[in-house]
């Protein structure tokens, strides 16, 4: 069935520094999805990217529909202690309204 | 996005117990999924809750084990039956947005703990 490779599965990093995490598949999706989860809370779907090649911000963060629509990437900018979390990808199994998620990338921030 | 909550946010239970989840939505929604995500894993889709008729369970998780009720288009419950300490997971529910996307919403989790 259609998976969702996450990379890094985790990342430890400097307050103020630049992060960016993937997501790939050896099939196409139609949608991508990246969410961020809290500790002790469900996912908050961060951003929605519908078209092959769409470049989408929602503040600082970035996410990119890879042009062959089997990948993505999500990007954070000048990171802040409030970004740590777990951020996972997920994408609609084909032909159904039923989501596949990545395997999370864990984002842990030195002040 | 629908405003959606969860009973219990937590709960600790007795090997071979049940344990009945509910998921409230604020508004109407067609599509409700519940998922299990197992300590430090990733998310996986138990079953989909259909409105009027029974869910449609993932391969790997049967009605015996995880019935479900979705009443209306407002409500559904999750049971984790006969629990075993391998049950210990957060248990989501989420609704598929309404924009015509694929876009999903979650709620808090109800995070069960089997001993």
């Known amino acids: 069935g259609q998976q969702l490779n996450q990379s890094p599965q985790s990342m430890f990093i400097q307050e103020g520094e630049d992060v960016s995490m993937n997501c790939t598949s050896s099939?196409?999706?139609?949608?991508w999805l990246w969410y961020k989860q809290d500790p002790g809370e469900g996912p908050v779907l961060l951003i929605a990217?519908?078209?092959?090649?769409e470049l989408t911000s929602n503040g600082r963060l970035t996410a990119q529909f890879g042009i062959t629509r089997k990948d993505s990437f999500l990007n954070i900018s000048a990171s802040i202690p409030s970004d740590v979390g777990i951020y996972f990808c997920?994408?609609?199994?084909?032909?159904?309204?039923?989501?596949?998620f990545g395997q999370g990338t864990r984002l842990t921030i030195n002040p | 996005s629908a405003v959606i909550s969860q009973k219990p946010s937590r709960d600790i239970c007795q090997r071979g117990t049940s344990l009945t989840i509910q998921c409230q939505v604020d508004?109407?929604?067609?599509?409700m999924f519940w998922y299990r995500q197992q300590p430090g894993q990733s998310l996986t889709l138990i079953a989909t809750?259909?409105?009027?008729?029974?869910?449609?369970?993932e391969s790997g998780f049967v009605i015996d084990k995880f019935p479900i009720s979705r009443p209306n288009l407002t409500f559904s419950t999750l049971t984790v039956s006969n629990m075993s300490p391998e049950d210990s997971s957060i248990y989501l529910c989420?609704?598929?947005?309404?924009?015509?996307?694929?876009?999903?919403?979650f709620g808090p989790g109800t995070r069960l703990t089997v001993l």
């Open positions: 508004s109407q929604v067609t599509m």
């Open positions: 809750a259909n409105q009027g008729s029974e869910a449609t369970y």
């Open positions: 990217l519908y078209k092959a090649g």
């Open positions: 989420s609704v598929l947005g309404t924009s015509g996307a694929n876009e999903q919403f």
């Open positions: 099939s196409i999706f139609n949608t």
């Open positions: 997920a994408g609609p199994i084909q032909g159904a309204q039923k989501l596949v």
